[in-house]
Nanobody
């Protein structure tokens, strides 16, 4: 089992920045590919970004490319999502997820085995 705890959400004005953190405990963090997803009220959960177990490979949704950066620190068992130039449409609950059987990084939520409880990000216009 892997336990994931997100933090860093909050209320920010459009154009501002936030950094989300997701700290893992349990099994060896460096064995897992990690990802961030988000879900806005009334909408389905959507992929935001993912990173390979080594940190060498990343992939982003088109809607956040160039504004968000995913990174990880395996020594601290934490994955980060730096969010810049935030827009009201970025408002959502943000979830981190871990893929327990990583081959290549994936955008599909069904491939992720462990999920955090989420942290709310609200961007005001």
């Amino acid at each position: 089992q892997v336990q994931l705890v997100e933090s860093g959400g909050g209320l920010v004005q459009a154009g501002g920045s936030l950094r989300l953190s997701c700290t893992a405990s349990g099994r060896t963090f460096s064995n897992y590919n990690m990802a961030w997803f988000r879900q806005a009220p009334g909408k389905e959960r959507e992929f935001v970004a993912c990173i390979s177990w080594s940190g060498d490979n990343t992939y982003y949704a088109n809607s956040v490319k160039g504004r968000f950066t995913i990174s990880r620190d395996n020594a601290d068992t934490t994955v980060y999502l730096q969010m810049n130039s935030l827009k009201p449409e970025d408002t959502a609950a943000y979830y981190c997820a871990a893929d327990g059987s990583p081959t290549t990084i994936t955008i599909w939520a069904r491939e992720y085995d462990y999920w955090g409880q989420g942290t709310q990000v609200t961007v005001s216009s």
